[in-house]
């Protein structure tokens, strides 16, 4: 049996119940580390609170190289976990296609994501969320434009985007950073963004939200990970009253 388990948001307090129960009775514990992360935890505290050794997975242990993971699930009860919901991501789609190809039985546990989260803490109305888009690090001869087409579509349409900012081993793309990128790229392609939102710590005690300039939004310290941006469309009444009173937008 292979079951994919959401943990929430930001801490090991985050998983469910029944997702909890079924990670203790588990024989094997993978926990994918590369399209997010709790950052209120590490995993020795996670192990801990589990009672579980807990194996780490790298994108490539996952997407190039799965067998270890499918050949524990054909023999044992495996559960693999990562943080928010599962099946946001369609790298963890295409692992439960291969086990189902296996013969392998599955099961998905949902928990929090930061999809449905941005929407409670910024006041944005979900329906009106377009196509999403994520930043990555400018590599050597290689800085992709393509976010801002996504933006720049879903402006016209009148629509918010959620923009993921990337994450690479220990390091993390700040809003700072994000806006910053989003900014060189909307000047290459002559697109202007009016108004952005930072979140940082979605889930936690403390998490911070902020709308304002590209200007503003550069000059702020959001503090530690993760961080992500949203650029909002055509504001209803509203959403812009939440904005000003949850986000200081002014």
């Known amino acids: 049996m292979l079951t994919f388990i959401g943990l929430g948001l930001y801490d090991k307090q985050d998983v469910s119940e029944r997702g909890l129960a079924l990670i203790r009775n588990a024989d094997h514990v993978f926990l994918e580390g590369y399209t997010s992360r709790l950052m209120g935890a590490t995993t020795e505290e996670l192990e801990t609170f589990y009672q579980k050794p807990v194996r780490v997975l790298r994108r490539a242990d996952v997407e190039q190289h799965p067998g270890e993971i499918l050949d524990c699930?054909?023999?044992?009860?495996?559960v693999f976990l990562c943080a928010g919901?599962?099946?946001?991501?369609?790298?963890?789609?295409?692992l439960r296609i291969r086990a189902a190809d296996r013969g392998i039985p599955t099961a998905i546990i949902?928990?929090?994501?930061?999809?449905?989260?941005?929407c409670g803490i910024s006041g944005l109305q979900n329906y009106r969320f377009g196509k999403s888009c994520?930043?990555?690090?400018?590599q050597a001869h290689w800085s992709p434009t393509s976010p801002v087409d996504v933006i720049a579509e879903n402006l016209n349409l009148r629509l918010h985007t959620l923009v993921y900012l990337d994450i690479q081993d220990e390091r993390y793309m700040t809003v700072n950073e994000g806006v910053f990128l989003l900014e060189e790229m909307a000047r290459k392609k002559q697109v202007t963004i009016p108004l952005y939102i930072g979140i940082a710590r979605a889930g936690s005690d403390a998490p911070v939200v902020r709308a304002g300039s590209a200007g503003m939004l550069r000059s702020m310290d959001f503090g530690p990970p993760l961080h992500v941006l949203i650029v909002p469309g055509e504001l209803h009444d509203m959403e812009r009253l939440y904005l000003e009173r949850f986000a200081g937008l002014c």
Do not use: C, L, Q
Request: proline share 10%; glycine share 4%.
């Open 110 to 118: 949902h928990g929090a994501s930061i999809v449905s989260a941005v």
């Open 85 to 94: 919901d599962p099946m946001v991501s369609t790298t963890h789609a295409d």
């Open 73 to 78: 699930a054909m023999k044992e009860n495996t």
């Open 134 to 138: 994520s930043v990555p690090f400018p």
